[in-house]
């Protein structure tokens, strides 16, 4: 059952949705980057670091995800593309609730959980050796 919506506010849904779902993206590309630098600096920096992924996590990527499912289940009830008549909406819904879904159950907890050792250590960190496998002598 579709509700009849002019196509300006269409438009104006779909556009909202995308910034929700771009936010979403972006901030979890900001935390995955900040995670996987290996520059020496931001390795003594671990404990700002993870302070700041914790911060984006509950500040950006739970409100964008939430709100990225969100709108996308109303643009589905009132529109004509409805929750299973294309593919590709069926996809996304199922993408969308997995990674919500592992997100909280596997990535959530974990950045609290790393934040809470880097807060533990007051910033004290113990130096690390990175050493490629080419730099190994044999």
Known sequence: ?????????????????????????????????LLSTRDGAAIVQSYQVSELCKKIDDQLIIPFAMLSLASGLVLCAITNWGFTRHWWIVVKGLMTVSFIVVGTIALGPWLNQSAEIAAASNGVIAPVNFVSASDRLY
């Open 1 to 33: 059952m579709s509700v009849h919506i002019s196509p300006k506010a269409k438009r104006f849904l779909v556009a909202i949705h995308v910034i929700f779902a771009m936010g979403w993206v972006g901030s979890v590309l900001a935390v995955l980057f």
